[in-house]
């Protein structure tokens, strides 16, 4: 028997109990001048649980956003609350854009 629909580089994984948990607290982080999640924007590109830390990757809506701070600090305390164990968020360099969003419709206008 072959495995030839396997990729040995990157293996299709579903999402842990534990992630999914993280990403549900994630949806009460807001962006206070937009009023939308960070999971509505698409800011949170990347959720890693390991051994005693959990690493959030995600984006700003702009470099220079004046509320990172504040963002960061409650994506820390949301993901510790299901996940009680230290969190590194990491800012990724990218540009963020509404395509990035599940539902770009929910910015109420058409970009």
């Known amino acids: 028997m072959s495995d030839e629909n396997k990729s040995p580089e990157a293996p299709a994984t579903a999402p842990s109990q534990q992630e999914m948990a993280i990403r549900s607290a994630l949806e009460t982080v807001m962006d206070p001048e937009l009023n939308l999640s960070v999971i509505d924007l698409g800011l949170i590109r990347t959720i890693e649980i390991q051994p005693g830390k959990t690493r959030v990757s995600m984006l700003l809506t702009t470099p220079f956003c004046p509320y990172a701070p504040q963002i960061i600090e409650e994506i820390k305390q949301a993901s510790k609350s299901v996940v ?25 206008f058409s970009y």
């Not at 969190?87 to 419709?105: H, I, K, R, T, Y």
């Open 84 to 108: 009680p164990q230290e969190c590194e968020v990491d800012v990724l360099p990218d540009a963020w854009s509404p395509d990035m969003m599940p539902d770009p419709g929910l910015l109420g």
